[in-house]
T-cell receptor
Framework: DGGITQSPKYLFRKEGQNVTLSCEQN?????MYWYRQDPGQGLRLIYY???????QKGDIAEGYSVSREKKESFPLTVTSAQKNPTAFYLC?????????????FGSGTQLSVL | GENVEQHPSTLSVQEGDSAVIKCTYS??????FPWYKQELGKRPQLIID?????GEKKDQRIAVTLNKTAKHFSLHITETQPEDSAVYFC???????????FGKGTRLHILP
């Protein structure tokens, strides 16, 4: 499925609950990214990581956390501090060989609040 | 940081006609400008890109133009077909931090 897998496809969050979205890639890509997609808002960068054990905030990092313990994995936790978490979340990866320019996207996770 | 504006938000064209989507960027250091296509229910995919040292690039029915002075770049689709119906995103990335910043997207409808 393109080498980058997101799970689950649909996720529901209760009030005050933290939830974690999974992203795994077998493309041997160095960098991984999390984007949030809302209707009419395009793709907004949450966090990105170019190397294991290091990551940077994007434009809308508040209420989210990430980890990069392995090159293949970049999970995103949506914390209870994120007051409007309902959105479509896209994970992407890119290679240092392409100067991190060409993004390969996963198929996304739709997060909804119960 | 970089800001990318994209217009129009929605575009309808008759099948066979041309479509043009325009983007502007704010960071003069940006040097790479990709375009992604997202069909309904699918992931975005790169369809064409251009670097700041090139003014125009073509790939079959799609082309991208770049005006560095005006900080403006455009996607042109000729002889549009039903399968061109999708949301198109422009993006820009610079040398400062390697972040790829997207525009808000254009929903393109191809009318029969």
């Amino acid at each position: 499925d393109g080498g980058i897998t997101q799970s689950p496809k649909y996720l529901f969050r209760k009030e005050g609950q933290n939830v974690t979205l999974s992203c795994e890639q077998n493309l041997n890509h160095d960098a991984m990214y999390w984007y949030r997609q809302d209707p009419g808002q395009g793709l907004r960068l949450i966090y990105y990581s170019q190397i294991v054990n290091d990551f940077q905030k994007g434009d809308i990092a508040e209420g989210y956390s990430v980890s990069r313990e392995k090159k293949e994995s970049f999970p995103l936790t949506v914390t209870s501090a994120q007051k409007n978490p309902t959105a479509f979340y896209l994970c992407a990866s890119s290679s240092f060989r392409d100067s991190f320019e060409k993004l390969f996207f996963g198929s996304g996770t739709q997060l909804s609040v119960l | 940081g970089e800001n990318v504006e994209q217009h129009p938000s929605t575009l309808s064209v008759q099948e066979g006609d041309s479509a043009v989507i325009k983007c502007t960027y704010s960071d003069s250091a940006s040097n790479y400008f990709p375009w992604y296509k997202q069909e309904l229910g699918k992931r975005p995919q790169l369809i064409i890109d251009i670097r700041s040292n090139v003014g125009e690039k073509k790939d079959q029915r799609i082309a991208v133009t770049l005006n560095k002075t005006a900080k403006h770049f455009s996607l042109h689709i000729t002889e549009t077909q039903p399968e061109d119906s999708a949301v198109y995103f422009c993006a820009a990335t610079g040398q400062r931090d390697d972040k790829i910043i997207f525009g808000k997207g254009t929903r393109l409808h191809i009318l029969p």
